[in-house]
């Protein structure tokens, strides 16, 4: 029934008032917590030529799995929109990600047009784009030459079998190290390597990658295996702590403990004690950062989500469509952010569902990591 539709969707993503008094932008908003809005992560695609297990598993994101229309998707103007009025309210750096980034269209020519976008320090924007490295070979130049900065690349082994286990569609090891090559040629860096570890798939993948990358111009980080979406069937058994990992690395590979760049830097930095470079550690699940988290998150579809972990998002794109001027839609975005209180990671429970909290959880591959 029609009338039922429109309730859900009003349930998952409500729209977004616009005040009714204009207020222009000063790039010091901050939300419930006091926490600055520096981050924009933009999902360009919820699709993905990847089922990584522990995200798009093979038995939800099937061939009748319903992806977005093309219609739904916001388009290149309207995403540069969005962004400029996000720079304006004090965001630096830009994430592109997906589902898989580089499977969007066309994808250089959205970079050339956030590049031009000036920022109110005149500091340049940091624009960046997680991948995972499969398309990376062919477009590393393209995406230089259009202005990105850097990329992040994932792969989760090195063992071409755990690895091809892993993302589930056969794909080789050999094929994303070429990729990341390509990058480093086309100085898209600093370059990190995103390892997603997960007890009893990859455990045993830790030390092949810290040696393989140690020593090179990549940076690798491990990710604690994370409760994201409905669909992974995520299980704290299966998660291995950032401590163990470090242990298990020190013990072959001494290491030590680096002050972070920045204030909400996600990752914590370790370098090893011969002075061969460094690795990261991403601990969401057991040790939270969201009370510097600064991550906004604009949805394929134009939804905005304060969390990661969100269970509904806010229709930016009913005001981009909509008529809506620029400064009703900057308003309407500052109230958001200043009434945002998330801090999912610091009350995590056994229910990881997100039902208890009126609605499943968004998945990654539609919001982006
Ligand atoms: N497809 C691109 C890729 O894989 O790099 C970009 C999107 S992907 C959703 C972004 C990042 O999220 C990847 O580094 C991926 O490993 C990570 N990720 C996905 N599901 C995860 C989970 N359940 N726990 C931790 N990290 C996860
Ligand atoms: Fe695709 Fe990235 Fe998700 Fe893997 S982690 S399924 S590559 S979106
Ligand atoms: Fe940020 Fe939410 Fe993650 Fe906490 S749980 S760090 S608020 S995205």
Not at 34 to 58: A, E, Q, W
Not at 93 to 103: A, F, M, V, W
Not at 266 to 273: E, I, L, M, N, S
Request: with cysteine; aromatic share 6%; hydrophobic share 40%.
């Amino acid at each position: 029934m029609p009338e039922k539709i429109i309730l859900m969707n009003d349930l998952r993503s409500p729209a977004m008032p616009v005040p009714s008094v204009a207020e222009a932008p000063t790039g010091l908003l901050a939300d419930a917590r006091g926490r600055p809005l520096h981050d924009l992560r933009i999902s360009v695609t919820d699709r993905c030529n990847f089922r990584c297990v522990y995200c798009m598993p093979k038995e939800v994101f099937d061939k009748d799995y319903a992806y977005l229309p093309h219609g739904d998707l916001l388009s290149f103007e309207e995403i540069t929109r969005v962004a400029r009025l996000l720079i304006a309210h004090g965001v630096e750096k830009i994430r592109l990600t997906g589902g898989e980034p580089l499977l969007r269209k066309n994808l250089e020519r959205l970079v050339g047009m956030l590049r031009a976008l000036g920022t109110p320090s005149g500091r340049p924007l940091d624009l960046t784009l997680t991948t995972n490295g499969s398309l990376l070979a062919r477009k590393a130049q393209a995406l230089k030459d259009a202005g990105l900065d850097r990329v992040t690349v994932s792969l989760d082994a090195l063992d071409d079998t755990v690895f091809r286990r892993m993302n589930d569609v056969d794909f080789a090891v050999a094929d994303v190290l070429h990729g990341l090559d390509a990058a480093h040629a086309a100085g898209l860096g600093p370059i990190k390597v995103n390892m997603v570890v997960k007890r009893g798939t990859n455990e045993d993948q830790i030390l092949p990658m810290a040696r393989h990358f140690k020593g090179s111009p990549f940076i690798l980080r491990f990710i604690e295996y994370m409760d994201v979406g409905a669909s992974n069937g995520w299980n704290m058994d299966e998660v291995i702590p950032s401590a163990e990992v470090v242990r298990r690395i020190g013990a072959e590979l001494p290491l030590a403990p680096v002050a972070a760049n920045y204030s909400g830097e996600t990752a914590a930095r370790w370098r090893y004690v011969d002075n061969c470079g460094e690795v990261g550690f991403i601990s969401s699940v057991t040790q939270a950062f969201c009370h510097d988290c600064t991550r906004l998150r604009l949805s394929t579809e134009g939804k905005l989500y304060t969390c990661l972990f969100a269970t509904r998002g806010h229709d930016l794109r009913a005001l981009l469509r909509g008529g809506r001027t620029d400064a009703d839609i900057s308003g309407a975005v500052a109230q958001l952010w200043r009434g945002r209180a998330d801090r999912y990671s610091e009350t995590r429970t056994v229910d990881t569902s997100g039902l208890a909290r009126g609605g499943k959880k968004v998945e990654m591959s539609y919001i982006g990591g």
